[in-house]
């Protein structure tokens, strides 16, 4: 399965200055679809095509940040944000899931 990590800069107000910050999106596919998640939002789309889930994405973070009953993330959370990439063995199949086990 193939996965891309996508960091966006996202233009939020803080007092009365624009700041631009990036986001982190997880773009996969799934079947026939390319599937977009932001781990900060807690946000996931979809789209035909990797640009159409990415372009999707944007669309509803957007809403997100303009939706004034939803409740945001600590500017903060911006500014600590670290990815990290960890590889796990994977070891044969039962019932069609993937059984994951550490390497000792």
């Given at each position: 399965?193939?996965?891309?990590?996508?960091?966006?800069k996202?233009?939020?107000m803080q007092g009365?200055?624009d700041?631009?910050?990036?986001v982190?999106i997880?773009l996969?596919?799934?079947?026939?679809?390319?599937?977009?998640?932001?781990?900060?939002f807690?946000?996931a789309?979809?789209?035909?095509?990797?640009?159409?889930a990415?372009?999707?994405?944007?669309?509803?973070i957007?809403?997100?940040?303009e939706?004034?009953?939803?409740?945001?993330?600590?500017?903060?959370?911006f500014?600590?944000i670290?990815?990290?990439f960890?590889?796990?063995?994977?070891r044969?199949?039962a019932?069609?899931?993937?059984?994951?086990?550490s390497?000792?």
């Open positions: 399965m193939k996965r891309d990590l996508y960091v966006p996202l233009s939020i009365d200055k700041m631009s910050v990036p982190p997880i996969f596919k799934e079947d026939k679809w390319w599937i977009a998640f932001c781990p900060i807690e946000l789309t979809q789209g035909k095509t990797q640009k159409e990415k372009e999707n994405m944007e669309d509803l957007k809403e997100y940040m939706d004034p009953d939803t409740p945001k993330p600590n500017i903060e959370v500014k600590s670290s990815i990290t960890s590889s796990i063995v994977l044969g199949k019932h069609g899931k993937i059984k994951a086990s390497s000792a």
